[in-house]
């Protein structure tokens, strides 16, 4: 089943916060995430879709059918909630079973098939259990049984990971992403971790202030970001004002970078991106963009090891490397340099 | 810990000194009655209007409990629900007024409206009833609705809805049962608060509608063990109606657990 955005808007009754005109596709087995700091609409775009807010503009159609005015109730979507949302009083199995309890389906069948489902989270042994003597990790896996034992025509994701700890992240990111695969369903997930939404999702999208800025593959929103604020959202980033000198340079605070070629005109104002693995320690062959430094931070993560430099008396520069050596002398080949639009 | 030993010797005191009282034949200038009896109880069983004003109280708290539920649970969840602070502020109020106000007004409110010809039901038991209901109702809402900020009951109410259940499959299938715990003590509440209850009682009890406590204060005029034993059957009555009210609760929310 297909999910499709189109022009939406929604704004809260007396501000101006809402979504703006969005339009966005989420083809069957696809999982698009979306990412953006809280305040930016993007739990309000999940709610839009999942049909507790109705668009002041805009349609909604699953499939081809027009859901913008239906329920949330008609609308046939599994939705995974940050606190899981498990009724208490149930039972684990009674909680997976509800959604088909709801749909008038007999008790024995709906225990076979909440059974069956429990089993695919790895939770079969836990059936008879209330949710409350649960761990966090294993709820929201009872919360995910539940969304998807009905067959739903699109899985929604509202920061479902954001109350783990980090280690437990991870794992249930991969067991997310293997059920999404398997049941081949179109899923949106809500996100303010962007990381999280790199590994798991075909295709990121960033909201900002309720406008979709770019949505594209997580490797293109990380190497090709299409603005200063995407890229310092997605990633670690060094970004510098600039100005343009020539076809294939560019002028910072602390000097001249030479850049592939990058179509602006000379005398444009521009922002400069470097990410920080980007950056290389030495001098590099002739000298290109290369800078004398100095380290004034220095954080050891173990793989990698992430530096702040000082280059002549007021260039600052984040770089990553592996090595173990004291860092005098870093150099950005040109490549790495792109030129976004000035702020 | 000696503060503490202290206050509870404080609290228990009175209450051990009754029991012991109930049993005493004689008490007079004495720190602890003589002889042992159990004639002020079989007077107590025998007395006519004690016996009435027991079964009384019995059947208003328990139509009392019965009244709040029917009523506290759609309110609480109305006021849990009700989309504005302004609107929930208003009505936090006036669910505080019966709380705030003695119960002394009131009755005489009371007296005054239903003593008229219009409206001439003082001193029937269903006003009694009423009266208890309006000063007790604001504990009960006080608790069902701290449970459901935290249940967080309006996410749980979404994910119901969004796997399929509308509107009253919610409030039966999940609300309710959700909620067993804190009605289960928030009757407890209402059932001890209602036992007790003594001023409004006593100003717009009928004579034949007393409630235990209204003439129990009879009791006090006369021999000290026959007030005694009074009083401890109130206790033991009060204590009794507690134990109702939470069985109550707990099986209405198990039958309805079990069909789901």
């Known amino acids: ?343 | 810990m000696v503060v503490t030993a202290l206050y509870f010797i404080y609290l228990f005191l009175p209450i051990v000194l009754l029991f012991v009282g109930s049993f005493g034949q004689s008490w007079t200038n004495t720190l602890l009655p003589t002889g042992t009896t159990l004639s002020w109880y079989w007077t107590l069983f025998e007395d006519g209007s004690f016996r009435r004003a027991f079964v009384v109280s019995l059947e208003v708290v328990v139509a009392t409990c019965v009244v709040c539920t029917v009523v506290g649970l759609p309110l609480s969840y109305a006021m849990y629900r009700s989309a504005t602070r302004g609107v929930q502020a208003v009505v936090r109020v006036i669910s505080l007024l019966p709380i705030a106000v003695p119960p002394l007004v009131l009755g005489f409110g009371y007296i005054l409206v239903f003593s008229s010809d219009t409206l001439p039901w003082l001193g029937s038991q269903w006003l009694l009833i009423a009266g208890h209901t309006v000063l007790v109702l604001p504990y009960l809402l006080h608790t069902l609705i701290s449970d459901m900020r935290h249940l967080q009951l309006h996410v749980l109410e979404r994910a119901a809805e969004s796997l399929g259940a509308g509107f009253w499959r919610r409030f039966i299938d999940i609300v309710v049962p959700s909620l067993r715990h804190s009605l289960a003590s928030g009757l407890i509440m209402v059932a001890a608060l209602s036992i007790g209850e003594f001023q409004l009682s006593n100003l717009i009890a009928g004579f034949l509608s007393r409630t235990y406590p209204v003439v129990l204060l009879q009791a006090f005029y006369g021999a000290t063990g026959f007030a005694c034993a009074a009083t401890v059957v109130l206790l033991i009555l009060a204590l009794l109606a507690a134990l109702g009210g939470a069985g109550t609760a707990r099986t209405a929310g198990a039958s309805r657990s079990v069909g789901a």
């Not at chain 1, 009724?87 to 199995?93: G, R």
């Not at chain 1, 008038?104 to 059936?127: I, P």
């Not at chain 1, 593959?217 to 970001?225: E, F, G, Q, S």
């Not at chain 1, 993560?301 to 992430?306: L, N």
């Open chain 1, 1 to 343: 089943m297909t999910v499709r955005l189109e022009n939406v808007s929604f704004t809260y009754p007396g501000t101006q916060i809402g979504v703006l005109d969005v339009n966005l596709t989420v083809p069957r087995g696809e999982l698009v995430a979306i990412i953006g700091a809280s305040g930016s609409g993007k739990t309000t775009l999940l709610n839009l879709v999942a049909g507790f807010l109705i668009p002041t503009a805009g349609r909604i159609y699953l499939d081809d059918e027009d859901v913008t005015q239906l329920p949330p109730r008609t609308r046939n979507l599994g939705m995974v909630f940050q606190s899981y949302a498990l009724f208490p009083h149930l039972s684990v199995v009674d909680n997976v079973a509800y959604p088909l309890k709801v749909r008038g389906m007999a008790n024995t069948e709906r225990r076979k098939l909440a059974h069956a489902m429990l089993q695919r989270v790895g939770l079969a042994d836990f059936a008879l259990r209330k949710p409350g003597s649960l761990s966090g990790g294993q709820q929201q896996r009872v919360a995910l049984a539940r969304a998807l034992v009905f067959e739903p025509q699109a899985l929604l994701l509202d920061e479902p990971l954001s109350a783990l700890d980090a280690a437990l992240r991870v794992d249930m990111r991969d067991q997310i992403r293997g059920l999404q695969q398997q049941q081949g369903i179109a899923t949106l997930h809500i996100t303010h971790d962007q990381e999280e939404a790199l590994s798991i999702a075909d295709r990121v999208g960033v909201i900002e202030r309720g406008q979709l800025v770019q949505l594209d593959t997580p490797r293109n929103l990380y190497d090709r970001p299409l603005t200063r604020s995407i890229a310092a959202f997605v990633g670690h980033a060094n970004l510098w004002d600039g100005e343009v000198t020539g076809p294939e340079t560019v002028r910072v605070s602390f000097g001249t970078l030479r850049s592939g070629p990058h179509g602006r005109s000379v005398g444009e104002r521009c922002v400069v991106l470097v990410r920080p693995e980007c950056v290389a320690l030495g001098h590099g062959d002739g000298g290109e963009n290369s800078f004398d430094c100095r380290i004034t931070r220095d954080r050891f993560f173990g793989a990698i090891r992430r530096y702040d430099a000082i280059i002549g008396d007021q260039g600052t520069l984040l770089g990553e490397t592996g090595e173990r050596g004291d860092i005098t002398a870093v150099h950005i080949p040109a490549r790495h340099v792109q030129l976004l639009p000035g702020a």
